[in-house]
């Protein structure tokens, strides 16, 4: 194998760009090499436009990721609103069901309640019934009596003892 080098002395100009081509058998290799000085900026064009590449990238990529952010937030919000929608309706059908099982109730349980105090009602009815018959009887046998006072008086007596009697 052997080796050779294109620049004399291996030696690049300073600031300059070191060039080299190593030669094995049929093949060729050429080695670039990238050298500044201190003076400048610090950085060489191709550095330049890596660093310009990197951040083009890291610009596209930050954007990429907020527009697949907010995606996200939309699609979550959305789910979150169709969960809320399958919830009220299970809610409402359930509302309905169980307002149609009271309408179907409506008025069983009223009817025993009728029945006993049906009784109690025609009693208390037939006991004002015979207070106001014996308050006109006693009324119409005293029509003549002029002093409204012992007038008063007999008739709550009258209406005393018709109740006494039927109790």
């Given amino acids: 194998m052997s080796y050779s080098t294109t620049h004399p002395g291996g030696r690049a100009p300073l600031g300059g760009r070191q060039s080299s081509s190593v030669v094995a058998q049929d093949r060729t290799l050429k080695i670039v090499t990238e050298m500044r000085s201190g003076v400048g900026s610090g950085m060489s064009p191709f550095g330049q436009n890596a660093a310009s590449a990197i951040r083009d990238t890291r610009e596209r990529e930050k954007k990429e990721m907020s527009d697949l952010n907010d995606r996200l937030a939309s699609y979550i919000e959305k789910v979150n609103c169709l969960g809320m929608v399958r919830f009220l309706e299970a809610q409402n059908r359930k509302l ?17 309640i009728r029945t006993m105090y049906e009784g109690e ?12 018959d014996l308050n006109s009887s006693k009324r119409y046998m005293h029509k003549g009596q002029r002093d ?4 008063g008086r007999f008739l709550t007596n009258c209406y005393l003892l018709s109740f006494r009697t039927l109790y």
């Fill in 121 to 132: 009602l025609s009693v208390g009815s037939a006991y004002v019934q015979k207070g106001f």
């Fill in 96 to 112: 309905a069901a169980d307002l149609e099982l009271l309408r179907s109730k409506w008025g069983k349980d009223t009817h025993s």
């Fill in 148 to 151: 409204p006072v012992s007038n």
